[in-house]
């Protein structure tokens, strides 16, 4: 069996846009539906001691694990170490009950309908590269079986009727399926057998022809490390697949790594395959990859295996996921591509590399911590200054994750150096262009480095308005709309604005500024009386007018970029 480059790990956040409640939601979705007042009752006694006890709000794993430990209180060994504490919930209602009624709930919500899947469509590029694309999921829910069906593509979960691990290793198949929590069409019957009942029942015990009751094979946080062999042979079945040569990225989505055992199979997996990148895509990504993945302990001392190895997009799996493969891993593939050919000319071949060819898809993939890697270590300033265009990519994308990723430090830090990148290229190097007769001023901002070779508004245009529509973009794409984030964008907006009007206004006659700029010039009916429809025929004169473009475009300037 061998594993697909780029394979796919899914956590509750990619079946949000499917209408499955995430692991908060579904706690205040739980309590809503609860008729019964004395459940009720019993319920939100226990989500408020939670929520005081935990200082936050809760998720669905904790509530049901904390029901089952109720149930069974009288097997907790801790208690006996406490004397005089009173049972609060003494005379309550039995949690036994609810603890069957909250898996039947989460059952309920795990089926999937039709129209909820359409988000899903961007898989069938991957698909079509990679066939068969491997997709490891902590889900129960029936959304990619659903999408699979409805796309008739053919779908390995290693069950056809029984679990059959073997089933994995067959190639005629479009996806392979690992769910590593289970499934809400998977039972173990009280024989011990397992099996994929795909029907439509919103109870999670049923009976089975044999006269056999079957459970939900769903593993629930008291469970974790229960013996169920699909779900411990699929563990195995993931850790194989990751560390082998032809796996290179691992795209994981709307997962928080809550799962320690997981976490530490994903640590082995990044030491043993040294080319493995992750790619997080969740709005709280970064601090996700800080605190679960970057360091092997809480104090932050110990740096993991995955130290610098993952690209953190913090934005909405449904809005996101179109660009993901012919835009982020096209790019990061080919920096990667770019970076091992840099060391080998400088280490191998003894020439010199040329690490700028490594920073466009870089830059494009917002692979962060590996650009600023290079940028401390590789790239010479001057080196990366003297290309505008790439340098104000690289200042303006930075921004942008750094700051959706809420990392206000770095996002600060870069757009204080986007803001002097600014001036400098707008301001300190302005030129007008004024000719003796009829044409427009000639407006150009900033020079190549050996100050001769200007670059017209209708270039810079081109670049600010892309970098606009990019921020125009995340935002839409981001749960948080933060300070910086929102600055970048109102700042290119208002650049974008004023080099339109400029191109706008590029073969109109000279004279036509003053009536543009009238609001900007205290004396502007003599300014036009004086300059319009003239030649002029003096260099004093000439001087003058472009004195006074330059004051007033200058000033203009000033206040967009402050």
């Known amino acids: 069996m061998q594993p697909s480059e780029a394979v796919f790990f899914l956590g509750a956040g990619a079946s949000v846009p499917a209408g499955v409640p995430d692991t908060y939601s579904f706690v205040t979705d739980y309590e809503s539906s609860i008729r019964d007042p004395n459940k009720k009752r019993t319920i939100q006694k226990i989500i408020q001691t939670l929520k005081k006890w935990k200082k936050s709000e809760i998720d669905i794993e904790l509530l049901l694990e904390t029901l089952t430990k109720l149930d069974a209180k009288e097997q907790e060994p801790l208690l006996e170490f406490f004397e005089g504490k009173k049972f609060i919930l003494s005379g309550y209602h039995s949690k036994k009950k609810l603890i069957e009624d909250l898996k039947d709930f989460i059952k309920s919500k795990a089926i999937v309908s039709e129209e909820k899947i359409l988000y899903l469509e961007p898989i069938l590029g991957f698909v079509e590269q990679f066939r068969p694309l491997d997709i490891v999921s902590v889900n129960y829910d029936t959304c990619l079986e659903h999408f699979c069906y409805v796309n008739k593509l053919a779908l390995q979960d290693g069950f056809d009727v029984n679990w059959n691990p073997k089933l994995f290793d067959s190639e005629l198949k479009d996806v392979r399926l690992y769910k590593l929590h289970g499934s809400v069409t998977w039972y173990q019957s009280d024989r011990g057998g397992y099996i994929k009942l795909p029907i439509l029942t919103k109870k999670s015990v049923v009976e089975l022809f044999t006269r056999e009751k079957a459970e939900n094979l769903m593993l629930y946080p008291m469970q974790k490390w229960d013996y169920a062999e699909p779900l411990l042979e699929l563990l195995v079945e993931m850790k194989h697949l990751l560390e082998s040569e032809t796996c290179n990225f691992l795209i994981v989505v709307g997962y928080s790594f809550r799962d320690d055992h997981i976490r530490r199979i994903l640590w082995d997996v990044a030491r043993k395959n040294k080319k493995l990148i992750y790619i997080i895509i969740d709005p709280n990504a970064y601090h996700i990859y800080v605190n679960k993945l970057k360091y092997y302990d809480d104090q932050h001392k110990i740096p993991s295996s995955l130290i610098g190895r993952v690209v953190c997009l913090p934005y909405r799996f449904e809005k996101v996921f179109p660009f993901i493969k012919n835009y982020y891993y096209k790019n990061l593939k080919e920096g990667i591509i770019n970076e091992t050919e840099q060391h080998r000319a400088e280490i191998i071949e003894g020439k010199k590399a040329n690490w700028m060819a490594c920073v466009t898809p870089f830059v494009n993939a917002e692979y962060c911590e590996k650009i600023e890697s290079l940028i401390e270590s590789r790239i010479d300033n001057f080196e990366l200054e003297k290309d505008v265009r790439k340098n104000l990519e690289l200042l ?41 007769e009829t044409a427009f001023p000639g407006i150009a901002f900033f020079a190549t480095l050996n100050g001769r070779s200007y670059t017209s508004a209708q270039l810079i245009k081109e670049y600010i308005e892309n970098l606009f529509d990019f921020c125009t973009q995340r935002l839409d794409w981001v749960q948080d709309k933060t300070p910086a984030l929102l600055t970048v964008t109102r700042m290119l907006g208002d650049l974008n604005t004023y080099l339109d009007l400029l191109v706008k206004n590029e073969r109109e006659e000279f004279g036509a500024y003053i009536p543009i700029r009238s609001e900007k010039i205290e004396n502007a009916v003599e300014c036009r009386e004086k300059f319009h429809n003239k030649v002029l025929d003096t260099d004093t004169l000439k001087e003058e007018y472009r004195t006074l473009i330059e004051t007033i475009e200058k000033s203009i300037l000033t206040e967009i970029i402050e």
């Open 396 to 436: 303006v994308k930075m921004v942008v994750n750094f700051s959706a990723n809420n990392q206000d430090a770095q996002a600060t830090l870069y757009l204080k150096k986007l803001k002097k990148y600014l001036r400098t290229i707008f301001i300190e190097k302005f030129y007008v262009d004024v000719p003796r």
